[in-house]
Nanobody
Framework: QVQLVESGGGLVQAGGSLRLSCAASGSIFSITAMGWYRQAPGKQRELVATITSRGGTKHAASVKGRFTISSDNAKNTVYLQMNSLKPEDTAVYYC?????????WGQGTQVTVSS
């Protein structure tokens, strides 16, 4: 099993930046991909970005050019650098790890962007 702990959320003004971190522990050798998802109030959880164990990345169209997912394998940590934040980016951001056919989730971190 994989345990995930997110950090880095907070309150920021529109146009500002935040960097989220997700530290993985446990059966990290079994992780094939990790990703960031977000869920705004009253909306479904949506994919923000993913990164494979080989470093391949994908970003949702709504964040492409503003957000960047990256990883530091030595620290077993995945990051989400968020620039040019907009009020519509306000949500709880969750880290996820795909491992042995299962999806493991973190507890989530709140990101609030004020206008």
């Amino acid at each position: 099993q994989v345990q995930l702990v997110e950090s880095g959320g907070g309150l920021v003004q529109a146009g500002g930046s935040l960097r989220l971190s997700c530290a993985a522990s446990g059966s990290i050798f079994s992780i094939t991909a990790m990703g960031w998802y977000r869920q705004a109030p009253g909306k479904q959880r949506e994919l923000v970005a993913t990164i494979t164990s080989r470093g391949g990345t994908k970003h949702a169209a709504s964040v492409k050019g503003r957000f960047t997912i990256s990883s530091d394998n030595a620290k077993n940590t995945v990051y989400l650098q968020m620039n040019s934040l907009k009020p519509e980016d306000t949500a709880v951001y969750y880290c996820a790890a795909s491992s042995l056919g299962n999806e493991n989730w973190g507890q989530g971190t709140q990101v609030t962007v004020s206008s």
